[in-house]
């Protein structure tokens, strides 16, 4: 019997994620997510059909794209971009989506003063809610709901600072015990956890 490939298998890049991508190599921007974590993302985001989405740090819009290709027409995402000449690209992108809603805001800022409804699925994609201020995140988090993120193995671009607070992360998410989580060492390194809401809460 023939034996599986372990090549991966590249999902084709959605249209908007492709374009996203391009204006991102254009502007010399390098964060954008790599096709492995939006194919993730994207089957990440079908799991939570007419969910609320939630997007921390969108750049131009890559992941966004990704994401929007795995939704259902029900489902709705929130992306918070700081720059405003970046968040603006992103939203001409995704113009012609009604499920998308791009903000122009620090995102922990955004955090500490959202009052909306809870979010169903949260790819948390910047520095300070990905390392130090999780609990923004948590208070605006659905029971059962998804807490991703990436970037989360060793890569040429970090700066020395960058590796110990990753190091951190992955001792200290697996035993965080609002969440459920596994740690995916694959594509740049990824995180997949179910937020479990405290009880009384």
């Known amino acids: 019997m023939t034996q599986p490939t372990t090549d991966a298998v590249v999902v084709p890049e959605p249209p908007l994620a492709a ?12 964060l954008a997510s790599t096709p492995e974590t939006g194919a993730f993302l994207r089957t990440m ?16 819009g890559v992941g966004t794209g990704w994401m929007l290709d795995g939704m259902d027409e029900d489902a709705t995402l ?11 690209a992103c939203r001409k992108t995704f113009a012609g989506d009604p499920r998308v809603h791009v903000v122009t805001a ?45 970037d989360l193995l060793p890569q040429p671009k970090w700066t020395d600072e960058h590796l ?9 998410i697996v035993r965080e015990p609002d969440l459920v ?4 060492d694959w594509a740049s ?13």
């Open 164 to 172: 110990p607070r990753v190091h951190r992360l992955r001792e200290e």
């Open 189 to 201: 390194g990824l995180l997949v956890a179910t937020y479990r809401r405290p009880s009384g809460d």
């Open 78 to 88: 929130t992306t918070i971009e700081q720059s405003p000449r970046i968040a603006d």
């Open 45 to 60: 985001a079908a799991s939570k059909p007419g969910g609320r989405l939630l997007e921390l740090g969108s750049q131009t």
């Open 106 to 150: 620090d995102a922990t800022e955004w955090l500490e003063t959202y009052d909306g409804p809870p979010f169903d699925l949260v790819f948390v994609d910047t520095t300070t809610a990905k390392f130090e201020r999780r609990d923004l995140v948590y208070r605006h988090l659905t029971d059962g709901a998804l807490f991703l993120a990436d």
């Open 181 to 184: 989580a596994t740690l995916v």
């Open 19 to 30: 374009r996203a991508r391009d204006i991102a190599r254009r502007a010399n921007l390098t």
